[in-house]
Every structure is written in structure tokens, then in C-alpha cells.
T-cell receptor, first 112, second 114 residues
Framework: QKEVEQDPGPLSVPEGAIVSLNCTYS??????FMWYRQYSRKGPELLMY????GNKEDGRFTAQVDKSSKYISLFIRDSQPSDSATYLC????????????FGQGTRLTINP | NAGVTQTPKFQVLKTGQSMTLQCAQD?????MYWYRQDPGMGLRLIYY???????DKGEVPNGYNVSRLNKREFSLRLESAAPSQTSVYFC?????????????FGPGTRLTVL
């Protein structure tokens, strides 16, 4: 069983829709929870991170973590065609050194 | 600042050939990483360097070697390439890996081994 599971999609929604992306994880030692966005043929870039259960909002993006269920989500409100990308969840343990474990990534397309 | 740069952008090798992927960062970061990204697998850590002069294995180190040439540069070498090493390779850097700091990624090297 992979430490981090993410539905690879693809996911296609109309412009303006609310998008929900999800990951589950099995290692309760994970301390930080991140979402990366990766445009085609580019490197991943950090979108949001959090370290506690609850919600964190940044503009149209909301990251949600439920440590009791080992479940994290990213919500995108008022989705735009420019949001079309692959979204990767990632979990971090710091035990002497950072260990970053990625989900498989979900390919998202926002249709105008 | 250029951030994290990688060369080459694309490479095609024949089985058994060797090559070195180059990575450099200009953010004065202490720690650097090499990942590979395969369809359906996410990014997997190959090797990392906590600081200049140190390197450690990650999740998938077999078939690779690394060199932390100085604080700026971290290279990945394939001594005898195999088709299973066809992948997109990303270099990343972070200020320090003993606490949370954002990892910054380069644009990637697309490698095909025939």
C-alpha cells in the first residue's frame, strides 16, 4: 500500500465550478501537508501547506486536513482555465531530514 | 534570481550509455534533491544532499550516483542507462532540511533510454 494515495483523474469541469481534489495517507507521522501545482512540462510549485487539522484559505484555494481520518483536500472556487494543471498532494516528515512523499497527482482541466 | 536550473532539458540515450544531469541553484540553499517522475507514480526521491559534502540515498537510488560539487551544484549520474530509467528528472533545493522549508523545483530533464 502506498503511503499517499491520490486519484489520478483526469478531472474535467466547466469554468466557474468548484473543484475538490483529495488524498488519503497511511502514515500518522506526517507533520506537514502540501499541495503542489504542476503545469505541463514544468516543475512542481508549492501552492499551499498546512500542519494542523482544519482549513487554510488563500484566495480561491482552500486546503483542508483531517488527521483523524488521514484525509486532505484542496478546494478551488470559481475555477479558471488558468487553473488547468496537475495537482500533487505531498506529505512531509522531519526526522533529522525532510522526507517528502508525493501522491500520484490529479490532472485537472477547466473548460471555458 | 534564476532559482533552480537543470541541464539538459531533453536527452535520448541508448541502453548502456552514461550521462550526467546537472543542477544548480542560486538561492544559497543548503539542501538539494533529485527526484524522478513517472506516470501514475508521483515524484520519488532518488538521492538528496543535506549540505555540501554529504549525500544520502532516497527511495529509488539503484542505478544512480550523485555528486554535491559545491553548495550551488548537485549532479546525478547514470553509469549504464536502462530503459527503466526513462523518466522526467527534477532537481529541488531547500534552505535547510532539519525543519520545514519550501522545496523549490527546477524545470526538469526529460530522459528517454532506448
Amino acid at each position: 500500500q502506498k503511503e499517499v494515495e491520490q486519484d489520478p483523474g483526469p478531472l474535467s469541469v466547466p469554468e466557474g465550478a468548484i473543484v475538490s481534489l483529495n488524498c488519503t495517507y497511511s502514515n500518522s507521522a506526517f507533520q506537514y501537508f502540501m499541495w503542489y501545482r504542476q503545469y505541463s512540462r514544468k516543475g512542481p510549485e508549492l501552492l499551499m501547506y498546512t500542519y494542523s487539522s482544519g482549513n487554510k484559505e488563500d484566495g480561491r484555494f482552500t486546503a483542508q486536513v483531517d488527521k483523524s481520518s488521514k484525509y486532505i483536500s484542496l478546494f478551488i472556487r470559481d475555477s479558471q482555465p488558468s487553473d488547468s494543471a496537475t495537482y500533487l498532494c505531498a506529505m512531509l516528515i522531519i526526522q533529522g531530514a525532510q522526507k517528502l512523499v508525493f501522491g500520484q497527482g490529479t490532472r485537472l482541466t477547466i473548460n471555458p | 534570481n534564476a532559482g533552480v536550473t537543470q541541464t539538459p532539458k531533453f536527452q535520448v540515450l541508448k541502453t548502456g550509455q552514461s550521462m550526467t544531469l546537472q543542477c544548480a541553484q542560486d538561492m544559497n540553499h543548503n539542501s538539494m534533491y533529485w527526484y524522478r517522475q513517472d506516470p501514475g507514480m508521483g515524484l520519488r526521491l532518488i538521492y538528496y544532499s543535506a549540505s555540501e559534502g554529504t549525500t544520502d540515498k532516497g527511495e529509488v537510488p539503484n542505478g544512480y550516483n550523485v555528486s554535491r560539487l559545491n553548495k550551488r551544484e548537485f549532479s546525478l549520474r547514470l553509469e549504464s542507462a536502462a530503459p527503466s530509467q526513462t523518466s522526467v528528472y527534477f532537481c529541488a533545493s531547500t534552505l535547510d532540511l532539519s525543519s520545514y522549508n519550501e522545496q523549490f523545483f527546477g524545470p526538469g530533464t526529460r530522459l528517454t533510454v532506448l
